[in-house]
């Protein structure tokens, strides 16, 4: 039986890395190596999930966005009070 988990657990390491190196040092300033490193995967983990860097930022970003509960922000204003 094949199993999934390894690679939602290196994408999820992926972006939560990389939002927390962003949200510190900005996008220019963090290197897909530093990523990597935090992340505890191997380098080319970041090509191959994201297709790189770019790749790598907009999921950060659509994460982020969506407040990883699959509501996106309007949604989530909206459902407010």
């Known amino acids: 039986m094949t ?9 999820a390491a ?13 996008f220019d300033a ?5 990523i990597a490193q935090k992340a505890e995967v191997n380098l080319g983990a970041i090509h191959y999930h994201f297709k790189g ?18 509501e996106t922000l309007d949604e989530l204003i909206e459902s407010r009070p």
Do not use: D
């Open 3 to 11: 199993t999934y988990t390894p690679t939602l657990q290196t994408r």
């Open 30 to 34: 963090v290197t897909t190596r530093a």
């Open 53 to 70: 860097k770019n790749g790598l930022i907009e999921a950060a970003v659509h994460f982020a966005a969506n407040l990883g509960w699959g």
């Open 14 to 26: 992926l972006i939560g890395a990389a939002g927390e190196l962003f949200a510190t040092y900005g």
